[in-house]
């Protein structure tokens, strides 16, 4: 999954919606907790039992900045 941080407007509304997965990074731009980061901080891998969080965030992110795919 990925925060597209050239759209993401720093409204924390995925943060406070699950803070298991996402966090304010610089600016306010939501990162991803080093825990599931990936070599960026605006990426990562997500274990499945957060889905539904990251899920959430991701339709209540008013930019659609949140990008979810899966992986096997
Ligand atoms: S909800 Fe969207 S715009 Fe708001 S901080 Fe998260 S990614 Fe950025």
New binding site residues.
Partial sequence: MT??WD?????????A?CPQV?E?GPD???QIVKEYRGSQPWEGVIPSELKDCVEQ?KV???????KVEEVE
């Fill in positions: 925060v597209d759209t993401c407007i720093s409204d924390g509304v995925c943060y919606l996402f304010a306010g731009k939501s965030a209540a992110c008013p930019v659609s900045a949140i």
